[in-house]
């Protein structure tokens, strides 16, 4: 799976957006990019996920880079509980062979959140 | 809605002893993950099993074993206990297009080597 560059730590005031960027500038075309976050002592926990059109789910908003050498989890209003380690990861739909499809952890964005 | 189940939740052991973590699959999903998680660290996959095979393997030590049963639940057993094996033990669970649709992580297994 291609690599993803995050930045290691963020910090953001409670109520207020925000954007937590990831390049991967060596992604293939089949490459699902996805959001996975883990709170402190509980596992990780699935986001959001998109290949080419930005995403909106419940929890967040995906904005995916026209060449998708990169994109943006965007937060729309933090709070307390959205202090986590944020992971972007590459996930290519064709890799391996059936069943073949572990998610590879890098290292992501400790976001922490200012009350 | 079913989440992925892990037992037990924690487990002390003495090092040279044995231990065995399972992993409760979300229903109709066919393929599990076994991650590996020390203090300070990322995750880091140790192997997979898709419709009870073996798929992937990863950093999973000789020590270490797995196996994925009928009713696609899985069991780790780890032998030979080291203080290094102390970690989070993370399970997760997805479709075989786990690519598209997600995946499903429990809440682990804290594994203590005293």
């Known amino acids: 799976d291609a690599k993803t560059t995050q930045p290691n730590s963020m910090e953001s005031n409670e109520e207020e957006p925000v954007h937590l960027p990831c390049n991967h500038s060596t992604i293939s075309g089949t490459d699902y990019i996805h959001w996975y976050r883990q709170l402190p002592s509980q596992g990780p926990e699935y986001v959001i996920h998109g290949l080419t059109s930005n995403v909106n789910n419940r929890m967040a908003s995906l904005a995916i880079a026209e060449d998708r050498k990169s994109s943006t989890l965007i937060l729309h209003r933090a709070t307390l509980r959205d202090a986590a380690v944020y992971y972007c990861?590459?996930?290519?739909?064709?890799?391996?062979?059936?069943?073949?499809?572990?998610?590879?952890f890098g290292k992501g964005t400790k976001l922490s959140v200012i009350p | 809605a079913a989440g992925v189940i892990q037992s037990p939740r924690h487990l002390i052991k003495e090092k040279r002893e044995t231990a065995t973590l399972k992993c409760y699959p979300i229903p109709r999903h066919d393929t599990v993950y076994w991650y590996q998680q020390g203090p300070g660290q990322d995750p880091q996959f140790l192997i997979s099993?898709?419709?009870?095979?073996?798929?992937d393997k990863g950093s999973i030590p000789d020590r270490f074993s797995a196996q994925q049963f009928s009713d696609y639940h899985s069991e780790l057993n780890m032998s030979s206990l080291e203080l290094g094996d102390s970690a989070l033990y993370f399970c997760?669970?997805?479709?075989?297009?786990?690519?598209?649709?997600?995946?499903?992580f429990g809440s682990g297994t804290r594994l203590t080597v005293v």
């Open positions: 099993f898709y419709e009870k095979m073996q798929s």
């Open positions: 997760a669970s997805s479709s075989a297009q786990g690519a598209r649709y997600g995946y499903t």
């Open positions: 990861i590459l996930r290519d739909e064709l890799d391996s062979g059936a069943g073949s499809y572990q998610l590879t």
